[in-house]
């Protein structure tokens, strides 16, 4: 049964660099957001910042894990070096943490339903942590083996770089081979993504570039702006895994989880979780006219249809006048109607360019 679980978790660390939705948020001073929930840590990190928050997700069990996270929050007796340890985040990746896991476990207050779920999916892996069992995060690990196959030694010299300038002297001189050329042909397989993450539903690209050009330069804009031992996902493709302080994510950030804490145990009607279908939801009386932020994480890449044509109208009345969509597009723009909203992606060109993963697109609307 665990193992039928685990081919439902998609994300267990999560796919996207929230920092950047943060940082919109501050700018805009948005209060009142919605965002996909992934697995909880692209979500309840925006809890540093906005004073309510709805997490949305299809599947039942990437919000049992956003429910989890959230009740490492609102335990008093548990602290940062607590949430790291029991994810097994730098510095704790290192050694085995299954004994004190098991003990926070216990001292959570779960559903009874998630208590069951995750007691069983715990128990199959000897209490070992979730954060690598993901499909998606599964996927990288598989293609990081075959990195450091096909770049030999020196495979993770791009790591050693604490000076954005000397990266990208090195990235451009040194980095930059066949061997590398290599590994962006096997990233930009298509059938290699469908058979390891897809299973027959990947994206109809309509980005003008071929898959391998389109990773290219998605890894030259990550290795460029950002340096690669604070990418989490450069970690993720190169190592399989987290392992050091410099890589881990927002909600592994101690500023980040004292706020999310704060703000959780102060209020838990600050967030509300449901399950269903984000652009019938938005499109609910029940949350009209209500956000002033929305991230749709990179969802509307995988629409088609009628529903990639009419999702933006569907949800305009859920979204306030002057309200921003944040979308993040990954090889496919959809094709919608834009009325009723003007681009302003160009406001946050420069913060988007710092994003910690680089495979998205981001595409932000503002409701006139």
Not at 37 to 54: I, K, N, T, Y
């Amino acid at each position: 049964m665990t193992k039928k679980y685990f081919g439902q978790l998609n994300y267990t660390l999560g796919n996207e660099d929230t920092s950047v939705d943060l940082e919109i948020i501050k700018k805009l001073d948005s209060k009142n957001v919605f965002s996909i929930a992934g697995c909880g840590s692209r979500a309840l990190p925006l809890l540093e910042q906005c004073e309510s928050l709805v997490l949305n997700d299809v599947g039942p069990y990437q919000l049992a894990l956003s429910r989890l996270r959230a009740s490492l929050y609102k335990n008093s007796d548990l602290d940062f070096q607590d949430f790291l340890l029991f994810f097994d985040y730098a510095p704790y990746h290192a050694q085995d943490n299954s004994r004190r896991r098991k003990e926070i476990f216990y001292q959570l207050e779960l559903e009874e339903s998630d208590k069951e779920f995750f007691y069983g999916v715990f128990s199959e892996i000897k209490w070992q942590s979730l954060l690598y069992y993901g499909r998606w995060e599964r996927t990288f690990q598989t293609l990081s083996k075959a990195l450091r196959v096909i770049l030999k030694k020196d495979h993770d010299r791009i790591f050693d770089f604490h000076d954005l300038d000397e990266q990208r002297e090195f990235f451009y001189d040194k980095f930059s081979n066949l061997n590398w050329k290599a590994l962006l042909f096997l990233l930009g397989n298509k059938s290699v993504f469908n058979a390891l993450l897809y299973k027959g539903d990947f994206i109809v690209k309509n980005y003008p570039e071929s898959h391998f050009d389109y990773y290219k330069k998605s890894f030259e804009n990550l290795f460029t702006h950002s340096l690669a031992r604070e990418s989490f996902f450069a970690h993720l493709c190169f190592y399989g895994k987290i392992t050091h302080s410099d890589g881990n994510p927002i909600e592994a950030w101690e500023s980040n989880y004292l706020k999310v804490k704060e703000r959780i145990q102060s209020s838990e009607s600050c967030y509300e979780m449901v399950q269903g279908n984000m652009v019938e939801l938005l499109n609910s009386p029940l949350y009209e006219n209500q956000f002033d932020y929305l991230s749709l994480s990179d969802v509307p890449s995988y629409f088609s249809g009628k529903v990639e044509k009419e999702f933006l109208q569907d949800m305009a009345p859920s979204v306030r006048k002057g309200g921003v969509i944040c979308m993040r597009h990954y090889l496919r723009k959809p094709d919608c109607d834009r009325s009723g909203f003007e681009e302003i992606t160009s406001e946050f060109s420069d913060l988007c360019l710092t994003e910690k993963v680089g495979v998205y697109r981001f595409e932000i609307l503002r409701k006139l």
